[in-house]
């Protein structure tokens, strides 16, 4: 498994109600991803940035949902270039799941 940290920062003055309508508009989408395990949104207020820590399959899936036309998309919502960083998962402890998921 691969884990993907994706950050962005947002224009300023974005509020965090803002933040949230826009997770929960794309949350369908990824949900239909049948190549994420999992997908964490997050948001730091005080650095104005928003992004999501991923749970591939493996890392041609992040790559393929995370193309030039996903970066665009987020260049032209937010003005803001997406970074990305990936590392290796060999194993993962869900509680909630009461589980150990090992990739």
């Known amino acids: 498994m691969i884990s993907e940290l994706v950050m962005f920062d947002l224009p300023a ?44 399959r493996n890392r041609a899936a992040a790559e393929a949902a995370h193309d030039a036309a996903w970066r665009q998309r987020v260049m032209d919502r937010y003005g803001s270039v997406p970074t990305q960083h990936w590392f290796d998962t060999p194993l993962v402890v869900d509680n909630a799941l009461g589980a150990t998921i090992e990739g």
């Open 13 to 56: 003055g974005t509020t965090r109600d803002e933040v949230v309508a826009g997770m929960r508009e794309v949350a369908p989408a990824w949900r239909r991803n049948p190549d994420l395990v999992r997908k964490t949104f997050l948001y730091d207020a005080a650095s104005c940035r928003t992004g999501a820590l991923y749970l591939w």
